[in-house]
């Protein structure tokens, strides 16, 4: 690993790639990802496979359908309420095109709250815990330890509604693929079930299930959340395509009067 800084390390990158990742060569009829030919080798596999491999440089057809369920199930929902939906939509209602209204809905879904950041906390604090527990402290002292410093577990909690109508499913497929019973499962059904007896009622939720699963698979914090980061898109799509095909400026206006204004009094053109 190079020791140089400041303007000695950028001198060693310029007009200097050197990548085991991928590249492409015009006019050879190849391009290389990951020591892979995509045109020969790769080039029969579904796209989520193709993406799996790109992100993390595992083959396997059983992992691209668990994501697959796992993004259909569980985030790819056509409702243009939800908060990233509703950008994509605005986006079609103002006639903007399809790339940049997937663009700022996909931006958006970093949300800390209840987007991609949740998913990737869950995943961490199954990560943290686990050691945790593995180090001699009681499940208990876990959670309520987290509880005390964050406030709130990601993963275990929901806006709104209590249950997530998402697991079932979720682990039906999971069963399906032979992944249900995975360690990071089984710990996350045990914090479930802590909390759900508890003062806190706290119930697990898609995020904690998704990063369950992911974590037995050996997947970090930044595997999972690079494989999550197109996740919504299939719910997004459908939803610009319904603002752009209605009237322009039709998605979900509100008229002057709805508006609860105590600003300044209102002043007329031409008043002093």
């Known amino acids: 690993m190079t020791t140089a800084k400041g303007p000695d390390l950028l001198a060693q990158y310029e007009d200097n790639w050197i990548t085991a990742m991928g590249a492409t060569f015009p006019g050879q009829g190849r391009t290389v990802l990951r020591g892979k030919d995509v045109l020969n080798d790769l080039g029969h596999r579904r796209w989520m496979e193709y993406l799996v491999y790109a992100a993390i440089g595992r083959e396997s057809p059983e992992l691209a359908r668990l994501i697959e369920g796992l993004w259909t199930l569980g985030s790819s929902y056509p409702d243009p309420r939800l908060w990233n939906n509703r950008v994509a939509a605005l986006a079609g209602s103002a006639r903007s095109t399809v790339t940049l209204a997937l663009a700022a809905g996909t931006a958006v879904s970093e949300a800390t709250l209840y987007g991609l950041r949740t998913s990737k906390g869950a995943i961490d604090f199954l990560h943290r815990a686990d050691r945790k ?123 002057t009067s709805r508006i609860d204004y105590r600003g300044a009094p209102e002043r007329r053109w031409g008043e002093a």
């Open 133 to 255: 527990l593995k180090a001699g402290q009681s499940l208990a002292d876990v959670v309520q330890g987290e509880l005390r410093k964050y406030r709130a577990i990601y993963g275990f909690g929901r806006p709104i509604v209590r249950g997530d109508e998402r697991i079932t499913p979720v682990l039906q497929l999971a069963k399906a693929l032979g992944y249900e019973n995975g360690h990071y499962v089984q710990l996350a059904l045990k914090i479930h079930d802590y909390l759900k007896s508890s003062r806190y009622k706290y119930q697990i939720n898609m995020s904690a299930i998704a990063a369950a699963l992911m974590a037995d698979h050996g997947f970090s914090p930044d595997d999972f959340h690079r494989l999550a980061c197109l996740s919504f898109v299939g719910g997004m799509l459908p939803c610009y395509i319904d603002a752009h095909d209605k009237p322009e400026g039709g998605f979900f206006p509100l008229r």
